[in-house]
């Protein structure tokens, strides 16, 4: 059974300061993985998908790595702001037969992005 | 539409009474899935279809929970005979196929009284 991790459940960090949330799971034979923030009282945004053919994405400040024999991610966000603040999502689709669309989700990591 | 649409945002429902939650996924999407998500956990799986075909139901967590999707777009969760620990964020995704990004709706806020 594939479980998701991301450690540590919340981070707070001073404005323009550069940082990595991690992610990792435990089973390496994966389709691909998205990264989603969710804001409170709000859905969740995807914010970028890594094929597992893939090590990276990029998309504005946002960097999302994969390194799938190691059953990890990394998201880079550059220059954090305060509308940075929010609760970030990894979530893995499993490579398999059959129906297997699903995403595992991990619980989150809560980012404070301080003025 | 523009993205997912869920409806009602919030519903408060009365234990053992039935509820019918919506969801309208992005025009065009074959995939369609159920999570549900409770306070400070990841969202987890309860079903999907691609079209009108539910592909895997293994989610749902016993047989008060059903979906439906009869025509491929529009599609129903109901929870029959709510009970207390059924409180929780349901949310709805949709991606253009099987395995690619998924879109989620803002889902709807379950409470059972």
């Known amino acids: 059974k594939q479980e998701v991790t991301q450690i540590p459940a919340a981070l707070s960090v001073p404005e323009g300061e550069n940082l990595v949330l991690n992610c990792s799971f435990t089973d390496s034979a994966i389709y691909n993985l998205q990264w989603f923030r969710q804001d409170p009282g709000k859905g969740l945004t995807s914010l970028l998908l890594i094929q597992s053919s893939q090590r990276e994405q990029t998309s504005g400040r946002l960097n999302a790595s994969l390194d799938k024999s190691s059953g990890r991610s990394t998201l880079y966000i550059a220059a954090s702001q305060p509308g940075d603040s929010a609760t970030y999502l990894c979530a893995v689709r499993r490579l398999s037969t059959g129906a297997n669309s699903k995403l595992t989700f991990g619980k989150g990591i809560t980012l404070s992005v301080r003025p | 539409g523009a993205g997912v649409s869920q409806s009602p945002r919030y519903k408060v429902t009365k234990r053992g009474q039935d509820v019918a939650l919506r969801c309208d996924p992005i025009?065009?999407?074959?995939?369609l899935y159920w999570y549900r998500q409770a306070l400070g956990q990841g969202p987890e799986f309860l079903t999907y279809?691609?079209?009108?075909?539910?592909?895997?139901k293994s989610g749902l967590p016993n047989d008060r929970f059903s979906a439906e999707r009869p025509e491929g777009s529009i599609s129903t969760l109901t929870i029959q005979r709510t009970e207390q620990r059924d409180s929780a964020m349901y949310r709805c995704a949709s991606a253009l196929w099987d395995l690619t990004e998924a879109f989620f709706g803002q889902g709807t806020r379950l409470t059972v009284v």
């Open positions: 025009s065009g999407h074959v995939s």
């Open positions: 279809f691609n079209y009108e075909a539910q592909q895997d």
